[in-house]
Each structure stands twice: as structure tokens, then as C-alpha cells.
């Protein structure tokens, strides 16, 4: 399938500074911490840090034509975060609970369905 691409040379060096900025900032802010009056905002510059680097990726996207494209770019994000954090602690979930650890301390060998119908001492 051919996907046609427009190449605008100011759109590329938006697309190439916003992500060499973005992926500096976060370089910087994992050796370093943002203290602000006396606050923490790390956390918080490491997400807008990452927003700004996938935005240059948008940019580049945006050059193709093809709206599939667009969409898949704009979408992979969310799809990504679904999948680590509902369908991946669904998992976790169940690999604990088939685990025999039972109180504050983790053990994680294989227990099966066995824990379920096992006596409580």
C-alpha cells in the first residue's frame, strides 16, 4: 500500500526540536529533581517532557496524507496505557492470587487453584 508523503522541511525541524527537547529534559530531570518553592514537580516535568517529544512524532505524522496513519499515531498512546494498566494488572491479579502468599510478605511461587480450597490456619 502506498502511503503518500508530504515533506515540509519547517515542519521537520519543529518535528526534530520538540523531540531532542523533550528527550533532554527527560535526560536531565532522571540525574536531577525540579524543587519549586520548596516542592517537588518532577514527576510532573518528566510527564510534560514526555508529551513534548511525542509531539514531534506527531508532527512527522501529520506530513502523511493517509488519515489511517493520523489516527493509529494519535490512538497508539491510549491503546499502550489500556494495555499496561487495566489488561496488565488483570494479569498481576491473577498471578498473585494463584501464588502462595497470603500475608505482607510476597511469596510468588506457583501455587495453583490449590490456595483457593486450602485450609485457613
Known amino acids: 500500500m502506498f502511503r503518500k508523503f508530504t515533506l515540509h522541511i519547517p515542519h521537520l ?3 526534530f ?3 531532542i527537547l523533550g528527550l533532554a529534559s527527560l535526560f536531565m530531570l532522571n540525574k536531577t529533581q525540579l524543587i519549586i518553592a520548596g516542592k ?3 514527576s510532573l516535568a518528566l510527564i510534560v517532557s514526555g508529551l513534548v517529544a511525542y509531539s514531534g512524532v506527531l508532527v512527522i505524522v501529520t506530513m502523511f496524507q493517509s488519515e489511517k496513519v493520523l489516527s493509529v499515531g494519535l490512538l497508539l498512546p491510549s491503546i499502550v496505557a489500556v494495555a499496561i494498566f487495566v489488561y496488565g494488572f ?7 492470587s494463584l501464588s502462595h502468599g497470603r500475608d505482607l510478605r510476597p511469596d510468588y511461587t506457583w501455587a495453583g487453584l490449590k490456595t483457593i480450597y486450602a485450609p485457613v490456619h
Open 13 to 15: 525541524i519543529l518535528a
Open 17 to 19: 526540536a520538540l523531540m
Open 40 to 42: 517537588n514537580f518532577t
Open 90 to 96: 488483570i494479569g498481576w491479579s491473577i498471578r498473585v
